[in-house]
């Protein structure tokens, strides 16, 4: 043995080798390329044992006694050998796995949702893979048949966009695929919304119960159908009060603070201030909320979503909560019906919502 010019010692590679035929036989797979994954041939030549026995044991099929079955398994642990399902799921015709695309992983919103849908898709014996296409169409239409490109059986999808004809190919090739929170645009398919007309009408009636009459109304873009919606609902339940409704008093667009922000201030001051604010999403209420604390004057606020901290405030927070864990359950199901064979028919599934009263919304108006 030598040292090399840093004073480490130098093993040569003959006395560094096992002689045993089992590393022998390691070190022959080890040396072809780096990264090279076991296969069943390598776990056979280790325990001694013919090809169909590996696969008996490694696919769980009977025919083996325990002693060889000992034997592979420790062949299979020695080379850290992991079943490739690939050839397996392919003479099935099916991957056992879902997608799931999203419109933003950091909304806690799609939290329980995320996980419903992973929860059902467990219980199938089904991976999900998911993706948030940040509300945009094209990234949605990128992910999602990058996902049917890598053979999933089915997609659950929060649409961005507005025309998923591109999708047409895919259904005809057998993916299932449910639209969750919005519809799909221009083709029929399954879906499964929150009741976002209704929830909103009640939330609206519920500051109009309360007194007020000038009520702003700050939501998401108007191209999205959970923003239109809403906005509905909103028009409806003044309508029903027989309360004309200002243009000042709406503002949809983008969801960031500072667009947030500059409509809220814009409703709460001038000479008739709105007395009370309905919030579109769990976004557009933080930021509202921020807005409020800093005024002198008590605004009455109801927020379509729940928020984290909610109860917490003071006064909490009134909002019209949806329930996303039954929405996901909902539509992994129903993706998971279609797979069986047993849903033909593309359905629309609309939940019901549930209004929260914490104090914000029972405010009555100042003037």
């Not at 919103?109 to 991976?127: D, I, K, M, N």
Request: charge should be negative; aromatic fraction near 4%.
């Amino acid at each position: 043995m030598d040292d090399d010019r840093t004073g480490h010692r130098i093993v040569p590679e003959a006395i560094r080798r096992s002689d045993h035929p089992a590393d022998r036989h390691s070190d022959r797979l080890s040396g072809t390329r780096y990264g090279n994954r076991p296969t069943m041939k390598d776990v056979a030549a280790r325990a001694g044992v013919g090809l169909k026995t590996v696969s008996r044991v490694v696919n769980g099929e009977p025919g083996v006694t325990p002693e060889t079955e000992r034997r592979v398994q420790e062949a299979i642990d020695a080379l850290g050998f992991r079943r490739n399902d690939s050839a397996r799921v392919l003479r099935k015709g099916r991957t056992a796995s879902i997608g799931l695309v999203l419109e933003d992983l950091a909304d806690p919103f799609y939290g329980p949702l995320s996980r419903a849908v992973e929860e059902v898709a467990r219980a199938h014996g089904a991976l999900l893979i998911n993706g948030s296409s940040a509300e945009d169409p094209d990234r949605e239409q990128e992910l999602a048949l990058a996902l049917c490109a890598r053979r999933v059986d089915g997609l659950v999808i929060i649409p961005a966009g507005d025309d998923h004809r591109y999708l047409e190919p895919e259904l005809k090739a057998g993916v299932a695929t449910v639209f969750v929170d919005r519809p799909a645009g221009k083709i029929d398919a399954d879906c499964v919304l929150s009741d976002n007309y209704g929830g909103a009408r009640d939330g609206v009636a519920h500051l109009i119960a309360h007194g007020h009459r000038r009520i702003g109304f700050v939501g998401d873009m108007p191209r999205i159908h959970t923003a239109a919606e809403r906005l509905r609902g909103y028009r409806a339940a003044m309508e029903d009060a027989g309360i004309p409704v200002e243009d000042s008093w709406m503002s949809l667009g983008v969801t960031d603070p500072e667009r947030v922000r500059d409509a809220a201030e814009g409703m709460l001051s001038g000479p008739s201030p709105v007395t009370a604010i309905f919030a579109g999403n769990n976004r557009v209420t933080v930021t509202v909320i921020r807005v409020l604390a800093e005024q002198t004057r008590r605004v009455a606020l109801v927020g379509f979503d729940d928020i984290e901290l909610a109860d917490l405030l003071e006064p909490g927070v009134t909002v019209v909560a949806q329930d996303a864990a039954a929405i996901g359950r909902s539509a992994a199901e129903r993706l998971f019906r279609q797979l069986d064979g047993t849903l033909i028919t593309p359905e629309r599934i609309e939940l019901p919502t549930r209004l929260i009263t914490r104090g914000s919304g029972e405010l009555p108006p100042t003037d």
